[in-house]
């Protein structure tokens, strides 16, 4: 094993702490969507269709990194992580309590 393979070795043992962290948050994100989507519609404030609409996009994305943290977790992806990880970001950047203040 050359220094090149021990370093990609190491690199995908990491992805091990990385998934289970992963798991983790896209679960609490998960259950947080659906919590504010249900809000949202028993309140119905003046923006809540912007945040409901938000709530189900949410909702999927955070079901597919959960899905996506498992195989990561499994499989040691690291071109799997990364791309949850811009799911993710992506999905708070998209957050109607941005724009509408």
Do not use: C
Not at 50 to 79: C, H, I, P, Q
């Amino acid at each position: 094993m050359n220094a090149q393979e021990r370093g990609a070795a190491r690199l995908h043992l990491a992805m091990l702490p990385a998934g289970v962290v992963l798991v983790v948050v896209a679960g609490v994100a998960f259950v947080a969507v659906i919590g504010l989507a249900i809000d949202m519609l028993l309140v119905q404030s003046p923006d809540w269709g912007w945040y409901f609409g938000w709530s189900v996009v949410a909702a999927g994305v955070a079901l597919r990194n959960l899905r996506k943290s498992l195989e990561t977790m499994s499989a040691l992806d690291v071109k799997g992580t990364a791309i949850t990880l811009v799911w993710s970001a992506a999905i708070v950047a998209i957050w109607p309590g941005w724009w509408l203040g």
